[in-house]
Each structure stands twice: as structure tokens, then as C-alpha cells.
């Protein structure tokens, strides 16, 4: 905008004084936006949090954010809302694109293999 040093200075101040600048809270609402929107998974959500350029301790807290509960009925509905859409699919080919596809969103190993195992 061509504005100079101090005035940027004291603007940014003041909307980080206001509240208006808070990286937390931004993480947090992003977490929450990219699991229920997108449903990506923790591993992702950390990813593009890092990528942004937050602090470890601010990631962290966002992560928190999300209910254990809620993530994984969310996980269970996707994973077999999957399963119907690769029913074309057999065995290990079968296997395989789930674990691509809940990886590539950033599932957790953990989860994904336990969900693979109950078939």
C-alpha cells in the first residue's frame, strides 16, 4: 500500500493489541475449517501449518482442538463411504488405494491399518 515503517508498526500493533492479529486463534480455526470442509487429517493439518510458517507450540495447540470423538466417527464415515466408491477393486489393489488415498490426507498409519485389519 506505500505506507511507511511506523505507521505499518502501529497498525499491526494495534490489531495484534485488538486482538485481531492472533496466530492461535488463526491455526485453530484453520485446523478445525480443513477437518470438517476438506476432512484432512492430522498429519496434513500440521503439515500446512508448518508450511505457513507457525510456531511448533502454536501447531500443537490447534491440533488439540479437534475432538477425538468427532475425528474419528469422521475418519470411520469416510474411510467406509470409500470403501463403497473402490468396490471395483480387490485385495491388495484395494488396500492399497485406501492407504494412498487416507495417507495423502493425512490420516494416521495407526488408524488407517486398524480400519484395514477389521475387513
Known sequence: MGMIP???EKIVGDLIQ???L?????AIQFALGKFRIKHWGK???ERELKFKGLSPFTIKKAIQALE???YE????TLFDKKLDSFSTFE???LKGKLIRYFQYRGWENEL???????L
Not at 22 to 26: D, L, T
Not at 112 to 118: A, P, V
Open 91 to 93: 485385495g491388495q489393489k
Open 73 to 76: 466417527g469422521c475418519f470411520h
Open 68 to 70: 477425538k470423538e468427532d
Open 112 to 118: 488407517i491399518f486398524n480400519r484395514i485389519e477389521q
Open 18 to 20: 485488538s486482538n485481531y
Open 43 to 45: 498429519r496434513r493439518i
Open 22 to 26: 492472533n496466530e492461535q486463534r488463526f
Open 6 to 8: 511506523e505507521a505499518i
